[in-house]
């Protein structure tokens, strides 16, 4: 079985950064696509970034010039580096990423929190 561990949540002011971190272990073969995804109170899951295995990236517009996401296969691993955090940005972040083992699945984190506030 795979499973992604995240860290890196906390509370940050206004302006502040954080910075995410995911690590896929399990009997794992590749891994494609790894992304993160958010959810506010009340509202829906959204995706915030995603990144290929080719290093081809996607964001939101709303994170887009403050967030980068990034990756390193050898660790099996994907970050996501946030500046200029608002308090729009506070939710809970999940980690998300297509793994091949014996076959091709999809798997998500637990969640970290991320609460921007003064």
């Known amino acids: 079985q795979v499973q992604l561990v995240e860290s890196g949540g906390g509370l940050v002011q206004p302006g502040g950064s954080l910075r995410l971190s995911c690590t896929a272990s399990?009997?794992?073969?590749?891994?494609?696509?790894m992304g993160w995804y958010r959810q506010a109170p009340g509202k829906r899951r959204e995706l915030v970034a995603t990144i290929t295995s080719g290093g081809t990236t996607n964001y939101t517009d709303s994170v887009k010039g403050r967030f980068t996401i990034s990756r390193d296969d050898a660790k099996n691993t994907v970050y996501l580096q946030m500046n200029n955090l608002k308090p729009e940005d506070t939710a809970v972040y999940y980690c998300?990423?297509?793994?091949?083992?014996?076959?091709?699945?999809?798997?998500w984190g637990q969640g970290t929190q991320v609460t921007v506030s003064s």
């Open positions: 998300n990423a297509d793994v091949v083992t014996l076959g091709l699945g999809e798997y």
């Open positions: 399990g009997n794992i073969f590749t891994i494609y696509t």
